[in-house]
């Protein structure tokens, strides 16, 4: 069984700074892809910024200049450094990582339960 916890949303003032992490745990050959999401309300889930397993980062164009994604192969872990945040950031973060639990075998995708972020004017 794998999970996938996060944490570090919060509420912020506009301008200002947040670092998400999440955390994989369980029986885990590797993971590949990880991936930030985030859906406001009423809005669809969108992806935010990704990273590969060599590193390889991208990001939706709102973001750009402004987050940052990284990775701790080591710690089965992604990390979201978000810098001059906005209100229109104000989401529901969740993590997604595209893990293979045995070598192999089939490789699928698990979901963090999702961190609250809300950036204040």
């Known amino acids: 069984q794998v999970h996938l916890v996060e944490s570090g949303g919060g509420l912020v003032q506009a301008g200002g700074s947040l670092r998400l992490s999440c955390a994989a745990s369980?029986?885990?050959?590797?993971?590949?892809?990880m991936e930030w999401y985030r859906q406001a309300p009423g809005s669809q889930r969108e992806l935010v910024a990704s990273?590969?397993?060599?590193?390889?980062?991208n990001y939706v164009d709102s973001v750009k200049d402004r987050f940052t994604v990284s990775r701790d192969n080591a710690k089965n872990t992604v990390y979201l450094q978000m810098n001059s945040l906005k209100p229109e950031d104000t989401a529901v973060y969740y993590c997604?990582?595209?893990?293979?639990?045995?070598?192999?075998?089939?490789?699928?995708?698990?979901w963090g339960q999702g961190t609250q972020v809300t950036v204040s004017s």
């Open positions: 997604r990582m595209w893990i293979t639990i045995t070598q192999g075998r089939g490789t699928y995708d698990y």
């Open positions: 369980g029986s885990i050959f590797s993971i590949n892809r």
């Open positions: 990273v590969s397993r060599s590193g390889g980062t």
